[in-house]
T-cell receptor
Framework: EPEVTQTPSHQVTQMGQEVILRCVPI?????FYWYRQILGQKVEFLVS????????KSEIFDDQFSVERPDGSNFTLKIRSTKLEDSAMYFC?????????????FGPGTRLTVL | AQSVTQLGSHVSVSEGALVLLRCNYS??????LFWYVQYPNQGLQLLLK??????LVKGINGFEAEFKKSETSFHLTKPSAHMSDAAEYFC????????????FGTGTRLQVTL
């Protein structure tokens, strides 16, 4: 069964460093998303992406964040200068182009720890 | 703006007992509603979804949920709990249609005891 994959599973970085989180969505999906979950809190929407541009972003997704689909398979989230409060689990998701169910398939997540 | 309220951050049931996890939503348009489950150290797995068809929705692992517009609710139930159901459950809402963001509730941790 096709699935969304994410790498790395864990990332530890120093405050102020740049990190890139990688995702491989399901191959025929055209809508991509990033969500995050701070430890013990709810899952929060960051950004959605379609046709090589951002469709929607939350107030969390400020200038420190960017997304890119550098090739036909990867979808990345970059944080330019990490802060302590960026420590969270980051989930990538994708959904199909057709139909109106909006069923989003989630990857296993990347746990980001900023020291 | 949409929102989801999950009453009860922790629910404990005995194995074989009824599971009831509560979800109420707020939405200015007819919503799509979802229940996701998260097992420890894993991602989110879709249990079931409501997308304006039948109001009683059946999902995986014996779970079901009923959309009640008059009560703005989408409670998740399972007639008989199993130890393997212990996990975190999240209710989510989105605008209808494709590619709308999901707005999640705070989650309910289900504990199943012998």
């Amino acid at each position: 069964e096709p699935e969304v994959t994410q790498t790395p599973s864990h990332q530890v970085t120093q405050m102020g460093q740049e990190v890139i989180l990688r995702c491989v969505p399901i191959s025929n999906h055209l809508y991509f998303y990033w969500y995050r979950q701070i430890l013990g809190q709810k899952v929060e929407f960051l950004v959605s992406f379609y046709n090589n541009e951002i469709s929607e972003k939350s107030e969390i997704f400020d200038d420190q964040f960017s997304v890119e689909r550098p090739d036909g398979s990867n979808f990345t989230l970059k944080i330019r200068s990490t802060k302590l409060e960026d420590s969270a689990m980051y989930f990538c998701a994708s959904s199909e182009p057709r139909g109106a169910s909006n069923e989003q398939f989630f990857g296993p997540g990347t746990r980001l720890t900023v020291l | 703006a949409q929102s989801v309220t999950q009453l009860g951050s922790h629910v404990s049931v005995s194995e074989g007992a009824l599971v009831l996890l509560r979800c109420n939503y707020s939405s200015s348009v007819p919503p799509y509603l979802f229940w996701y489950v998260q097992y420890p150290n894993q991602g989110l797995q879709l249990l079931l979804k409501y997308t304006s068809a039948a109001t009683l929705v059946k999902g995986i692992n014996g779970f079901e949920a009923e959309f009640k517009k008059s009560e703005t609710s989408f409670h998740l139930t399972k007639p008989s709990a199993h130890m393997s159901d212990a996990a975190e459950y999240f209710c989510a809402v989105s605008d209808p249609g494709t590619a709308s963001k999901l707005t999640f509730g705070t989650g309910t941790r289900l504990q199943v005891t012998l």
